[in-house]
């Protein structure tokens, strides 16, 4: 590994160590009462997730040279809404998955109905945190907590990452043109990926053209990642995916190796890796927070899990 790339990667992971510590204590208070819904809801929340979504905000703040301790509270929301959105993606009437993060998956914990609540109860935690901070920031903040806020509102919402998911079930079984596959990813996947790196930008008070840098990259790399992620469920292993492996072909998803076959799969990987790269570079940020998500982009075109 370069120097460069060892700096890259050791930027990643100081920032998912601070993910991973202050989501330990994000949730609000639960009362006791309710306990299972918090255990249900920490059970998904700290399952070992590889952080991306919040790692991604934290850098796109860092590259407009914002504060990362004002962008925690953020970072942690959006990984709350990525975990609810896996809770409900893996129940029967949806993907019906039993195998989570290399563990069972929350319904087949808890049983179906507090799973469903569990990602309820994710979502409006998320928005409890990202509102709180921004009402203890105060007129301080001049509107950036509320882009912040929105862009993450948008994203993972009826125009984002819901219709996306909406598409995908429709799908199964069917075969889908080009573009319903490209829309199915952009929106499923990709929308809270933009939304993370753009709310980063927002909290940092990036200016217009920085934030179209940064968009362009968040949605390369927000298609290249589901790419990726339906190559690994038609090549990975089980063992190294930490979900059940070929459930894709399996169920007759919509995914880039069943319409354009695996080798323009990975083709077009390699092309929207190579166009994420090039779009951070091109924003001219801050240098290391731009060359940890050059290296970020790099690492997803070939990862494992
Ligand atoms: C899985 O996301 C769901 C998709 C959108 C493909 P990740 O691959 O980021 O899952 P975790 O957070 O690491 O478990
Ligand atoms: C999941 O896509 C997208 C969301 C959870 C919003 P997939 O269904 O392909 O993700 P995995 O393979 O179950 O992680
Ligand atoms: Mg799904
Ligand atoms: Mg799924
Ligand atoms: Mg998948």
Known sequence: MSERAEA????FERLKALVDAHLETALPEIPKEAWTLEEAMRYSLLAPGKRLRPVLLLLACECCGGETEEALPYACAVEMIHCYSLIHDDLPAMDDDDL??????SHRVFGEATAILAGDGLLSA??????????AAGAQGAGRPM????EIAAGCGCAGMIAGQICDIEAEGLTVSAGRLD?????KT??????????????AGASEEMLAQLT???EALGLAFQIADDLLDAEGRTQDIGKTAGKDAAAGKATWPAVHGTEAARARLSELTARAEKAVRE????PAATEAMAALARTLETRKR
């Open 126 to 135: 998320a928005f409890e945190r990202m509102l709180g901070a921004g009402a």
């Open 283 to 286: 924003a001219g940020g801050e």
């Open 100 to 105: 989570r993060r290399g563990r069972p998956t």
């Open 183 to 187: 829309f199915i990813h952009a929106h």
């Open 147 to 150: 882009r912040a806020a929105y």
């Open 190 to 203: 990709g929308a809270l990926i933009r939304a993370a790196v753009r709310a980063g930008a927002q909290l």
């Open 216 to 218: 362009a990259y968040a």
């Open 8 to 11: 890259a990667a050791a930027d």
